[in-house]
């Protein structure tokens, strides 16, 4: 069975860059067809998806956040990576890293990670 962990600083300081590494274990990166996705829960607010680096290493960001989002793998780490630049207060969330599968009537998020807490503040 697939695991995922979240890792990276619980602190970043506004306008910097936050860096959150997922972990995957039990299954590929690469194998097909699989959507490695990024989502994020600001507090007292719903799930929020972030983008997806795709099996096939193509990428895809959710138009909010595509000017300051950048995913990327390491296949002999079977890790892949979110950076999101010129962070704010507005940035702070739980973060997630998921894998995702389309299927006919839409995306399904079946496997993730237990999430990870990143506050942006001076």
């Known amino acids: 069975q697939v695991q995922l962990q979240e890792s990276g600083p619980g602190l970043v300081k506004p306008s910097q860059t936050l860096s959150l590494t997922c972990t995957v274990s039990g299954g590929s990166i690469t194998t097909m067809y699989y959507y490695w996705s990024w989502i994020r829960q600001p507090p007292g607010k719903g799930l929020e998806w972030i983008g997806y680096i795709a099996y096939s290493g193509g990428t895809d960001y959710s138009p909010s956040l595509k000017s300051r989002t950048a995913i990327s793998r390491d296949t002999s780490k079977n890790q892949f990576t979110l950076q999101l630049s010129s962070v704010t207060p507005e940035d702070t969330a739980v973060y997630y890293c998921?894998?995702?599968?389309?299927?006919?009537?839409?995306?399904?998020?079946?496997?993730w990670g237990q999430g990870t807490q990143v506050t942006v503040s001076s």
């Open positions: 998921a894998r995702r599968v389309d299927y006919s009537d839409g995306p399904y998020f079946g496997s």
